[in-house]
């Protein structure tokens, strides 16, 4: 099934066609004329340009019109192979189809409301026929029905014609589409996006990044480069400003040289106060006893991070290399 964008916006345009597989753009004169489009001409040259196929309105009240102005299009430097005209279906309609395709132009007959005005289309030889299925459906009609009955009138009598299911307002309708077995579908950018999207696929998704993660980033890669440290001799208070500046719930105390002394957290503060007394806060960070911390080399791997957590029930890690911590890894620094 050929795939359409259907849309007057350049920027929705050049978005859609960095897909890179969409087959060509439909656009009409009330697109352009939301767009603010002055200059039509230019546009569809321009669009020309930027699109693998182009299907541009021809209009006239007569055949002769219709292919004048067919002609008249293709003067502006289109090529004849990747343009196709629309032209709404009538008894002139159809009559300019035939001509058209008699030189070979490629012909859309649209605005078909009944399966009479596909047939008459398809007899002409028109390129494609154009249901509008919103349309049709915001008027009470069985809009998918008269798809299917072109669809099978295509296929029985062997008409070359392709049936373009256009008018496009939800997914579903793309869904309609495909159970159809339409050739052609035309979509605006919105519908076309979210044709992608499911939140199961997006919950597998995350979950293969997340594991992958695991396997490959290294814990040096994955700290967030807070990592509050201060020396032994330290007074308490000092050490809680620091803290406080960084925002973080722990601060790393390490001895003359460097090396790791302890951990000391929000929580040893809270149980700590109540029996300090007055120059409690004075004491110096060197004075507390402090219990091995949690912690692990700064090149293994986050999956070795991951299994210690689990095991220890912690929140933070701190890292450390050749026997000096470097920083502290968060639980959620596992996802990235």
Known sequence: MELYLDSANLKEIEEGFKLG???????????????????????IVKLSKIVPVLQIEALGNTAEEILKEAERQL?????????????????????????????????????????????????????????LVGRLQD???????????????????????????????????????????????????KILKALTENHFTTLGTEQFITDTRL????VREAINGVNPIVKAETKLVDAIIKMTEYGFGCITIVNKDGTLKGIFTDGD????????GKDFLNKKMGDFNYSAPVSIDADMLLNEAAALFKKTNVDTILVCSKGKPVGMLDIQDLKG
Request: hydrophobic share 40%.
């Open 21 to 43: 597989f969409l087959n060509g753009l439909t656009t009409t004169p009330t697109f352009m004329q939301r767009e603010g489009i002055n200059d039509i001409d230019a546009t």
């Open 75 to 131: 003067k502006l430097g289109l090529d004849h192979k990747k343009t196709v005209f629309k032209i709404p279906v009538s008894l002139e309609g159809v009559r300019a189809c035939k001509m058209l395709r008699n030189k070979g132009y490629l012909v859309n007959v649209h605005l078909v409301y009944t399966l009479q005005q596909a047939y008459m289309a398809m007899q002409a030889g028109a390129s494609y026929v154009c249901p």
């Open 139 to 189: 008027q009470g009609h069985d809009a998918l029905s008269l798809v299917e009955q072109c669809v099978d009138a295509v296929e029985y009598y062997g008409y070359a014609t392709k049936i373009m299911f256009s008018s496009v307002r939800s997914v579903e309708h793309v869904r309609n589409a495909i159970n159809i077995g339409v050739h052609t579908i035309t979509v605006p950018l």
């Open 269 to 276: 503060l809270r149980r700590a106060l109540p029996k300090g």
């Open 215 to 218: 396997m490959t980033v290294k």
